[in-house]
């Protein structure tokens, strides 16, 4: 039990304190397809802290660029705009999904492959990096699931 409370402890001190209330969950960074030059990244984070956060721009191994975009509805039409920052308040979760908040990933130095995995780091406005492990695969466009008749 001592040796367990130790452990945590030493676990818990060796991480800045707002490292342990920024969680991400479900990263995946979509292998590139043959022939294009930008690929996207989705997960989940939760800002468990009491303080604001500010996401300014992300690193992904294997990437020279990533940038954080939005899908907006702009007269009628869907449009992806990049974002300089990104703030999560206090408690919020915020999920980079298709359709809304992700990553674009864009001049790969190595190939991304299916079945691997590759770190991930988010900037904070602060100087403080959030990091995660995300898996690399293969996501379905959202052509492939309509069906005509």
Known sequence: MLRKLVFSTILFLSVPLWAQSVKIDDAKVRAFIPGTSSSVAYFSLHNQGDKEITIVGAQIEGLNRVEIHHHIEKNGMMKMVQLKSLSVN??????????????????????LIIGEQVSVTLLLESGDKVKATADIVKLVTESHHHHHH
């Open 90 to 111: 206090a408690g919020e979760k915020v999920i980079f999904q298709p359709g809304g908040l992700h990553l674009m990933l864009f001049e790969p130095t190595a190939n």
